[in-house]
């Protein structure tokens, strides 16, 4: 595939004088970049602002009721009950006693509906910002926040990070991004595979392989050069940048006392590796809690499952306040879906995208709020109904990118975010 | 009380009795009057048997989980998951909470009397065992060891004995005089950890003694292929008390579901009731045999089950809001 380098994008143009430069978007036809965000003064702004993002996924669908949105005592509302906040008149699940003392950071949706009950579906929707379908794919939330945030010039380390409890490797997740915004997996939050030097291999013998490579490529590249040899170029390029700072994803490195604060448990050290990666400066991470999805024994399950959730997530979020990161950095807490009102007769709950929570905090979200209400049951959204597509373009806004800026490709004008949606401007503050 | 003699395979349900929330758990009272049924609704309801005339228990401010009774059957205690243990009078016209206790940190799931009806023991999320005086309510002594979330206790019928099992299949033998731990049962085959899941499952849902102190039974759950989608079977585990060994392992073919109680019926059988993916079922095992003898299935999923003292009644709690009495005898024509 032939690279389209005569936009004349200035973002282009800049690109090319760096280091990095000559590497596209990605292996699409992506030619242009995010409108007006891409222009030199507002990426050095973003970049200035070390405006980030977490997301942190609760896998399999959590329940609004044992979290967010509890309803004691309805016949809906399950066995647990509700404690007061720090945010007097907010109430959330007793299940939750940490991140109730932090609710002042925090805002709460519980008006979402998304009308999607299944698991793939589900996720698709609420990390693109629109509903699936054949005829199109999008980014992920991470790969657009790369990109828009991306310093000038490229960076030598990934923007796109996801801390997952499976295997590490890298995500198909960037659509016409292309692989550069594509996620790297840290498999049980372990640094990225192959990623330390081989063994016996010295630092002059490292520096002539990877001089002879070079040499190799320059000679490939004056006659044959695509997109997709760009790619490849930048891929490697990246990945000696991210075997020098290596150190960066060995959580081990943090202090003992903070290994301890966020628990000896796989979330807890993923948490903990997620502030690591954010205060070097990696765009977004994504961290995934499991499992969710309990059409058994939902209370027994999300006892355990919350209440591991519990400690480092209000130890991030009061680190992040403590350390003036949360100003700059948006924290979504979202999952597929919630789980039904209506509890089965396995004490489970089951999928339900009618009326459920997410729970944001940091960058220009406002604090100590709540948006949205439930019916007394739980079963439908009595007030401030939002939806993925406005959550997609709240999530942009609030970390200063402009959600209504579009990506050219292929000459095409893409939106970034749905054009038919608009951000839920009572979370901005 | 004239006894006749019991034929699991003639079970067959008589009665219902209709409450307006799902029910979770259930006893007969020592005198065998009442019965009484934990509720989603935060109640424990009570049934006369003889005039069906129906009195709720409101004092938890949570679900209930369970009751026990003292042998006269004049003191009843409940626990719940609002971490509380509540003294009531059996028989009171209108029944009040005698004494409300902090039992726990997080959800109380077992609660036993001793045969001797002056100790309770309770156990449950936090993991540690306590022995109250029935009495006043005073604490007598607690025992740490579980590592896992406390689901069953029953004390031995000699009384020095108090045995609690938990979420990963430990059952723990504690010497009642002192709090010692003497042994560990290992009833691990009704745990499982899915790791693709992330969960641990399954647990010691109830601990029954054989009438002579000589058995005693584990129930719960195997082959948890799926745990968070309620696929699994259910599975009693019978061990010797004098070498604590396992002598079966108690299946049924075909179904699926969690024994959630288990009882030695007095003239020697096993029962268990089942509930989950499968249904609801009583399952009958002769001592002998690894797989039901019988297996009559009930109406809808059951969720906890109790024997008469008559040894014919059964009473199963339901999930559709009924509680429901089972006869091990042929209909009457």
Redesign the interface.
């Known amino acids: 595939m032939k690279c389209t380098y005569a936009c004349g994008s200035q973002e282009h143009l800049l690109a090319r004088r760096t280091f990095l430069g000559g590497v596209v978007a990605g292996v699409g036809a992506v030619v242009g970049g995010l409108g007006a965000l891409a222009t030199p003064s507002a990426a050095r702004q973003l970049a200035r602002d070390g405006k980030r993002v977490l997301v942190i996924n609760m896998h ?1 669908g959590l329940s609004q009721l044992e979290s967010w949105d509890p309803k004691p ?1 309805a ?1 809906t509302g ?4 509700a404690i007061p906040t720090s945010v007097p008149g907010i109430h959330i699940s007793e299940l939750l006693p940490k991140t109730a003392q932090v609710m002042h950071h925090l805002a709460l949706v519980r008006g979402v509906n998304t009308s999607e009950d299944d698991h793939g579906k589900g996720i698709y929707l609420m990390l693109h910002g629109r509903r699936q379908t054949p005829a199109a794919d999008y980014p992920e939330i991470g790969a657009v926040v790369a990109k828009a945030l991306e310093p000038l010039g490229g960076d030598a380390l990934p923007g796109h990070i996801k801390i997952t ?1 499976g295997g590490g490797g890298r995500g198909n997740d960037a659509a016409y991004l292309g692989p550069r915004y594509a996620s790297v997996r840290l498999g049980d939050g372990k640094p990225p595979s192959h990623s330390s030097r081989p063994d016996g291999m010295s630092d002059d013998d490292e520096a002539r392989r990877q001089q002879f490579r070079r040499l190799v490529n320059e000679h490939f590249l004056s006659r044959r050069r695509t997109a997709m040899t760009d790619l490849y170029t930048y891929s490697y390029e990246q990945a000696l940048q991210l075997m020098e700072q290596r150190q960066i994803f060995d959580v081990s490195l943090e202090p003992q006392k903070d290994q301890e604060r966020y628990g000896d448990h796989a979330f807890g050290r993923h948490c903990l590796l997620a502030r690591r990666l954010l205060e070097h400066g990696i765009t977004f991470v994504q961290v995934s809690h ?2 969710y ?5 939902n209370f027994r ?1 999300h ?2 499952q919350m209440g591991e959730f519990d400690g480092p997530f209000a130890t991030l979020i009061s680190d992040l306040a403590d350390r003036g990161m949360l100003d700059s950095t948006l924290v979504v807490v979202l999952s597929e879906f919630g789980r039904t009102p209506n ?1 089965n ?2 004490y ?1 709950r089951d999928h339900w995208s009618r009326a459920w929570s997410v729970c944001l905090a940091g960058a220009k979200i406002a604090r100590g709020a709540v948006l949205g209400k439930t019916n007394e049951n739980g079963t439908a959204v009595v007030d401030h109904q939002v939806d993925h597509a406005q959550l997609f373009h709240t999530y942009l806004q609030a970390v200063g990118i402009d959600s209504f800026a579009t990506i050219d490709v292929a000459g095409r004008p893409v939106p970034l975010a749905d054009p038919a949606a608009a951000p839920i401007k009572e979370l901005l503050a | 009380m004239v006894r006749v003699a019991a034929d699991p395979k003639a079970v067959h349900v008589a009665e219902e009795f209709q409450h307006d929330r799902p029910l979770i758990s259930c006893r007969f009272d020592p005198t065998g009057r009442f019965v009484f049924a934990c509720s989603e609704d935060f109640t424990i309801q009570r049934w006369e048997l003889a005039t069906k005339n129906k009195v709720a228990l409101a004092g938890h401010g949570s679900w209930p989980r369970d009751i026990a009774f003292t042998p006269s059957g004049d003191v009843a205690i409940s626990c719940g998951y609002d971490e509380m243990l509540i003294w009531w009078e059996t028989a009171a016209e209108k029944p009040q909470p005698l004494r409300t206790l902090k039992a726990h940190q997080g959800w109380v799931d077992a609660v036993a009397i001793s045969p001797d009806g002056r100790l309770v023991a309770s156990g449950g999320r936090d993991r540690i065992v306590r022995i109250w005086q029935v009495e006043d309510g005073a604490p007598v002594r607690e025992m740490s060891g579980h590592e896992k979330h406390i689901y069953s206790a029953a004390f031995h019928p000699s009384g020095e004995y108090l045995l609690s099992g938990d979420l990963g299949g430990k059952v723990h033998q504690w010497e009642v005089a002192t709090g010692k731990l003497v042994r560990t049962f290992d009833a691990t085959a009704l745990w499982s950890y899915n790791s693709g899941q992330q969960v641990d499952y399954g647990g010691v849902r109830s601990i029954a003694f054989r009438q002579d102190g000589q058995q005693v039974a584990f129930s719960g759950l195997h082959n948890a292929s799926n745990p968070l989608g309620a696929v699994n079977e259910p599975l009693v585990l019978r061990f010797s008390w004098e070498k604590a060994e396992k002598l079966r392992s108690h299946v049924a073919q075909g179904v699926r579901g969690v024994a959630w109680r288990a009882c030695f019926h007095p003239e020697g059988f096993l029962l268990a009731a089942n509930g989950g993916s499968g249904g609801g079922w009583l399952l009958f095992w002769k001592e002998d045999d690894d797989q039901a003898f019988h297996k009559f299935q009930l109406p809808n999923t059951a969720r906890g089950m109790d024997l008469h003292p008559d040894g014919i009644q059964v009473a199963t709690a339901h999930y559709d809001r009924k509680l429901r009495i089972s006869r091990l005898a042929p209909k009457a024509t």
Request: hydrophobic share 15%; glycine share 18%.
């Open positions: 399999g005592g016949p399950g066995p647990f009950r409890s499991s499992n999805d309990t059409h058994n024994e399950f006892y355990e509890i007769q396995y489970g």
